[in-house]
Every structure is written in structure tokens, then in C-alpha cells.
T-cell receptor
Framework: DTAVSQTPKYLVTQMGNDKSIKCEQNLGHDTMYWYKQDSKKFLKIMFSYNNKELIINETVPNRFSPKSPDKAHLNLHINSLELGDSAVYFC???????????????FGQGTRLTVV | GEDVEQSLFLSVREGDSSVINCTYTDSSSTYLYWYKQEPGAGLQLLTYIFSNMDMKQDQRLTVLLNKKDKHLSLRIADTQTGDSAIYFCAEDSSASKIIFGSGTRLSIRP
């Protein structure tokens, strides 16, 4: 029973298209994240949601729009895809602790996005 | 700023110990983590240490924390070929987010 699942696993699309990646967690966590891993394997946080509310929005183009219909889901929609958007996108979830910190993050398997 | 730094590459001989080092910036981080990423896979939590601890041992893994220097290390004893992966250090920053280092690619030579 997968804890954090993302779909699709692979996504190949043309420049200028709009695409979505879906993420679901069954851990009952309140916090969900999107991370981008580039070709050098650097892992950068993009967004963080806590109980459906956006709490972190790093310097990400506004072509990227996360949507959280409920606390178990955090989807990522990307408009007008560009070549530089090619990367692996990871969804993760964690549970806030008192004091503002979080438990360890559980990751999905990643979505490899290739823009051609 | 927020930066977690690691060296990018480490090569060790099979059977030797591997030591992966990390420095972090947020002195108020309560938890520090080590994640492992195998090729084509997501990140899996290997181990973590609470900030009031100096050391944690878990089978072949030993984590050392020097809070004064904000230095974290992961030692893997008796390194095996299955340990080949990228290892990420991460801190649970006070900004309510988990910040990752650049990852250290561990390769094993026979």
C-alpha cells in the first residue's frame, strides 16, 4: 500500500503545452510538498502546503500552480511548458510537530518530466 | 541563508567504511536526516538524529552530530555494492520546511 503516490511516472510533452502531475498520500499527514530535482540531482523545494493552505512558495515561475483539493492531495499544474522545466518532480508529505518543525518527509517515486 | 552543503562525490573500496559529511546553517534545526536515493527511485529515509544527541548508531550506520560546528556525518561500515546511491543530508529548518543538501554520490569499487 503506497504511502505517497504520484502519477504519471513519466511525462513527455512538447513546449508550450499545459500538464498536471497528481500526488496523493495515505499517511494522514497535514503537510505536503513539491520538490524539483534537476539533472545534477539538486533537490529544491518548490511549494509546501499545510492542511490545504499554501505556506511556502519558493522562487518558482507562476506558470507552476499547485492545487490542494484536500489535505491528502497536492497536484501540480504547469502552464506553457519550457525546455528548462525538464526535471524529476517529487511529491512528499510530513507531519508538523509542535514548535513548527516536521517529522521526516516521505517521498513519492517521482515524475520524470521531459519537455521537447 | 539556508544552505545544506555536501561534497558531490565519494568513492570507497568494498568492505571499507564510507563517511559522508554535511554542514547545515539553521542552528535551530531540531531534526537532521539522512536520505538515500537509488537510481530511478524516490528518496528513502535512512536515519535521523535529534539535535540534542551527539551520536546515533543503527546497525551499519553511525550518525555523528557536532551542533557547535553545524556538522553532520554519516558513516557506513563495511560498505557493500548495494550501498551505491546518492545520499542526501536534510535539516528540518525553523521555516517549517525540510531543506536538502546537494547529495553525495557514493560509488563502490571492488
Amino acid at each position: 500500500d503506497t504511502a505517497v503516490s504520484q502519477t504519471p511516472k513519466y511525462l513527455v510533452t512538447q513546449m508550450g503545452n499545459d500538464k498536471s502531475i497528481k500526488c496523493e498520500q495515505n499517511l494522514g499527514h497535514d503537510t505536503m510538498y513539491w520538490y524539483k530535482q534537476d539533472s545534477k540531482k539538486f533537490l529544491k523545494i518548490m511549494f509546501s502546503y499545510n492542511n490545504k493552505e499554501l505556506i511556502i512558495n519558493e522562487t518558482v515561475p507562476n506558470r507552476f500552480s499547485p492545487k490542494s483539493p484536500d489535505k491528502a492531495h497536492l497536484n501540480l499544474h504547469i502552464n506553457s511548458l519550457e525546455l528548462g522545466d525538464s526535471a524529476v518532480y517529487f511529491c512528499a508529505s510530513s507531519q508538523p510537530r509542535p514548535g513548527g518543525w516536521n517529522t521526516e518527509a516521505f517521498f513519492g517515486q517521482g515524475t520524470r518530466l521531459t519537455v521537447v | 541563508g539556508e544552505d545544506v552543503e555536501q561534497s558531490l562525490f565519494l568513492s570507497v573500496r568494498e568492505g571499507d567504511s564510507s563517511v559522508i559529511n554535511c554542514t547545515y546553517t539553521d542552528s535551530s534545526s531540531t531534526y537532521l536526516y539522512w536520505y538515500k536515493q537509488e537510481p530511478g527511485a524516490g528518496l528513502q529515509l535512512l536515519t535521523y538524529i535529534f539535535s540534542n544527541m551527539d551520536m546515533k548508531q543503527d546497525q551499519r550506520l553511525t550518525v555523528l552530530l557536532n551542533k557547535k560546528d553545524k556538522h553532520l556525518s554519516l558513516r557506513i561500515a563495511d560498505t557493500q555494492t548495494g550501498d551505491s546511491a546518492i545520499y542526501f543530508c536534510a535539516e528540518d529548518s525553523s521555516a517549517s520546511k525540510i531543506i536538502f543538501g546537494s547529495g553525495t554520490r557514493l560509488s563502490i569499487r571492488p
